[in-house]
């Protein structure tokens, strides 16, 4: 019995430290993802620098994304607040960090080595892009009361751009798991 003890203890303890390993990747990817954004942001889509951190924000803050677009659409694209954009950014992370502690449990159970782990974590970030759209976003919306801003983030932002950082995300992701396939193994 206290041999059955003793593995299902280190079980856990190596489902936990791999668990730790996604959420650190997750935080570097949403780094890559919130960095793709922005940039798309202050060029193509002349939204300001800073605005998808606003945007994030907006279930606590709905006047900065405002003040962001209108100052961007004047020629200022580098519009800064600072409480907002930490909001955002915190916020932001601490979902991807979420998301990539899943990944990493999701890589570990299907084997993903090699170019596999490329495509699984693309099919991956394409998956929390569903999962953010159809029931997280709404989800936070209705609890916050800020609505279409965030319930319908991607049409927001842009789906084209929606698609891309997410598609970016998983790609980091599964970049990781290819270039360290040890973070998953027992």
Known sequence: MAELSGLA??????????????????????????????AASATYQARGFFTPAYHV?????????????????AGERFYFSREAFVFGLAAHVIVAGMFGAVFALVARRLHFHGTKAIVGGLVYGFTAMVVMSALVLPLAASLSGAGDPISRMGSEMGWPTFVAVHAVFGLALGTWIYVRPQDIEG
């Open 9 to 38: 203890g280190r079980r856990a303890e190596t489902l936990e430290r791999i668990a730790q390993r996604g959420i650190f990747a997750g935080f570097l990817a949403s780094t890559v993802m919130g960095v793709l954004a922005m």
């Open 57 to 73: 924000a907006f279930i606590i803050d709905p006047n900065t994304m405002g003040v962001s677009l209108a100052r961007a659409s």
